[in-house]
T-cell receptor, first 112, second 111 residues
Framework: KAGVTQTPRYLIKTRGQQVTLSCSPISGHRSVSWYQQTPGQGLQFLFEYFSETQRNKGNFPGRFSGRQFSNSRSEMNVSTLELGDSALYLC???????????FGPGTRLTVT | QKEVEQNSGPLSVPEGAIASLNCTYSDRGSQSFFWYRQYSGKSPELIMSIYSNGDKEDGRFTAQLNKASQYVSLLIRDSQPSDSATYLCAVNYNQGGKLIFGQGTELSVKP
């Protein structure tokens, strides 16, 4: 079974721009969670989608948003990028919480 | 504020030894607990999940859960240099898809 895929793998953007990241979950998984990983803050939860509905949201500003499609694929968007948004963005899929979450390879975002 | 605490390490053990990684969590209502391994430059890889008190073994790995003490541990037997990585403890507090992660413990296994 194919794993979680994320695109793009690397991205360089300028402050003020916006970015969209994509995540395709493992086949059959209906839940997708997004996390931000930085050296200083570690892994922090952004939000979770299940059956196209956002069910949980972390403590991030409204510039961070997401959505899930009927095929369970998910996207997250960050608007008005700031230098501090530079991070590894990870998505994880599961059959449904609270079962095991499996991570994709991540998207490395650099904001200059 | 829900918290998950881990010793940051680094924890250094000789090859063949038992590595013991510990994690404490703040919310007594937590039900699901996970251990992930993360190699430098890679994404976290799930190695163990545990939901009830006691021990759960999978190959060289044993997870131990004590809900009364709010404590989760991971034992790695016969440690190998390839086990050198950062180990992340994660707790699911609300049965939803939100995991709270500890800061991770860096493990170094010396040949």
């Amino acid at each position: 079974k194919a794993g979680v895929t994320q695109t793009p793998r690397y991205l360089i953007k300028t402050r003020g721009q916006q970015v969209t990241l994509s995540c395709s979950p493992i086949s059959g998984h209906r839940s997708v969670s997004w996390y931000q990983q930085t050296p200083g803050q570690g892994l922090q939860f952004l939000f979770e989608y299940f059956s196209e509905t956002q069910r949980n949201k972390g403590n991030f500003p409204g510039r961070f948003s997401g959505r899930q499609f009927s095929n369970s694929r998910s996207e997250m968007n960050v608007s008005t990028l700031e230098l501090g948004d530079s991070a590894l963005y990870l998505c994880a899929s599961s059959y449904g919480p609270p079962t095991e979450q499996y991570f994709g390879p991540g998207t490395r975002l650099t904001v200059t | 504020q829900k918290e998950v605490e881990q010793n940051s390490g680094p924890l250094s053990v000789p090859e063949g030894a038992i590595a013991s990684l510990n994690c404490t969590y703040s919310d007594r209502g937590s039900q699901s607990f996970f251990w992930y391994r993360q190699y430098s430059g890679k994404s976290p890889e799930l190695i163990m999940s545990i939901y009830s008190n006691g021990d759960k073994e999978d190959g060289r790995f044993t997870a131990q859960l004590n809900k009364a003490s709010q404590y989760v541990s991971l034992l790695i037997r016969d440690s190998q240099p390839s086990d050198s990585a950062t180990y992340l403890c994660a707790v699911n507090y609300n049965q939803g898809g939100k995991l709270i992660f500890g800061q991770g413990t860096e493990l170094s296994v010396k040949p």
